[in-house]
């Protein structure tokens, strides 16, 4: 098991595989490697890795044995760092924007 963290939230989009929304994440893994996985919102695991955030750190990372760039969304992962800073949600007005920065500096 190893830590990772979050570099690149695709958005979310129907997979016949999973016959529900699901979003690919990317990871960069503490040994330098690449690695991604699914998540699907309604899947019970999804509670481990919510809020799904570029920057998000976290531990007990588990790789697909035989897949070295394939992370298990099973794994038992515990979030040991938030994002490097908050993103304001897109569409947000000048007001909203500034009040959302000042919450972040409290």
Not at 20 to 49: C, I, K, S
Not at 50 to 69: C, H, I, K, N
Request: aromatic share 10%; charged share 20%.
């Amino acid at each position: 098991m190893m830590r990772a963290t979050i570099i690149k939230v695709h958005p979310a989009r129907y997979g016949a595989r999973y016959h529900a929304m699901f979003m690919r994440v990317e990871f960069a893994l503490e040994n330098g490697d690449w690695a991604h996985t699914d998540l699907v919102p309604t899947y019970r695991n999804y509670a481990q890795w919510s809020p799904v955030e570029v920057g998000a750190t976290y531990e007990g990372v588990r790789l697909f044995e035989g897949q070295a760039s394939k992370v298990d969304a099973d794994s038992p992962v515990v979030r040991v760092s938030g994002p490097i800073c908050q993103l304001v949600p897109k569409g947000t007005d000048r007001q909203a924007r500034a009040n959302y920065q000042q919450q972040d500096l409290l």
